[in-house]
């Protein structure tokens, strides 16, 4: 009987020490209370400091496990956005889910397509020596392979592929004449060589039809020639870098390339620079040379008594060199940006005359504008070395090689957006979208002319941000000619005033769905030009107007 009373009390003892153990431990997270008192002490003795509750957090979740899970799980992580209730869907550009977009892989682990479609329609009224209507209708098709995981680094191949077809027609004094062309705008493989740091620095080429830039704002050079260019960065891509050589190719009327018209013998072999925050945070620098080397045939002008002879078909050998800086940014609340150039060289046989001539010529231009919330006004200058004599064996007037230049208003503007012919309709005075009256033939050989009367311009202007989707630009260009020798020879005359007149234009896009998708855009542009210079222009009240409607999928 001792013995079981014995044994039950020796349980029952057990069993109180198991319940007071578990009151002093929280069983959602194991730590014991806050309340010191609820810890066990001998009678009379302080509490040891290693008898102390420790910190913790009750709200803590338990520590993991350790051991691993049994079985696999395979997750896709191109395609687990479908799991999440959202299918594919190639229609929606935005879908986030769409194949054509580059959105998962076409192919393997990591080969994308990108596919856009887009379709130009441009209707222009304009007025030189007769009324004008152009009509311009383009459209292409830009389609990219790509392999590699390029959320960090260049694509390892890449091929694109950019197609474009044009149709145009010009209506004037009830004639209408049309032209249909096929081009290329790019058609080029791209391979990545190598990484070269950590921060996937890299080195790549890239072979076939390509976009190419001499600058920020493409002063001398702004093509998709034929060639091979290599190009990457350097730490941490503050240094990018690019030298390649190219030919560039004939253009149609709407100034696109076109396939089937030859390669003219034009070698263009250039290398540049870009520097990120060199002397002030925000501003980048760039310089660049360019080597051009002409062996196509051109137009000569032979002056007999002072009367110009057109000669097509004639030899116009030059090798000229460019040298050039640039920088665009913003230094503290001003917005910066500004190309220099000098052009030195030979012509073998120029324009104007079969000897040699010396190339010699300057370039300038600078825009400095500020932002004030909604609105960005901006101020620009720009001047372009004119030749005094055009047989005195020296050739003074600066020339682009192709250019589109993005500078005082662009294509907006009357002077710089319209071909203005001047003499017997095979010499213009300047081509379309082209910043230099460099006298090229009509026929568009693309040769660089260095016997031009040069160019001086000075401007105002400003960018209205009414809405996201609504901006209008406002530009006052005052257009001069730096050196109007050219023009006296050539036209005969002493009268001729440097002044062509004063540029006014306002330009406004709008983008109903706040993105590029739908961009509609309309401008008007008139030229107040001098009484001396009406005779040039062909109209004492020259003026363009125009509509552009782009699609793009």
Known sequence: ???????????????AALQSFAADVDPNSGCPPDDPAAHRQRPGAESPDRLQPEECDPTRLPTPTTSPLSGSIPVDRWRIIDALGHPANITDPYNTNNVLKGDRPIWGKDGFSVLTASTTSLFESRRLAAQQFFNSQTASIDAVLYEGDTI???PDYQLRLTPIFNYSSTSSNGATTTTTSV????????????DVSAHYDFDSVRIGIQPVTSDFRGFVLADQPLGIRFFGTRDNNIYQYSAGWFRRLPKNPARQNELGAGIPANDIVMANLYIQDLGWK??????????DRNRALGTRVTLT?????FTSGARHDYDVVYMGYSADGHIGTFNLTGSAYEVIGRESEGVFTNALSKVQATFAAVELSRDFDWMRVRASG???????DPTDGSSHGFDGINQTAIFAGTDSTFFIHQRIPLVANAIDLKQRDSLFPSLRSTSDTGESNYTNPGLE???IGADLDLMPSLRISMDVSHVMFANTATLQTLLGRTDLSATVGTDASVDAIYRPFISQNVIARLSLAKLFAADAARPLIGSSAPFSFFFNLVLTY
């Open 1 to 15: 009987m001792r013995a079981a009373l014995t044994f039950l009390l020796g349980w029952m003892g057990i069993a």
């Open 152 to 154: 960090f680094r260049p």
């Open 183 to 194: 081009g290329a705008q790019a058609f080029f493989f791209e391979k990545h060589l190598r």
């Open 282 to 291: 925000g501003l980048n620098s760039e310089v660049v040379l360019i080597y």
């Open 305 to 309: 008594n002072g009367t110009p002879t």
């Open 382 to 388: 720009l001047y372009a070395s004119g030749d005094g």
């Open 457 to 459: 311009l000075v401007g």
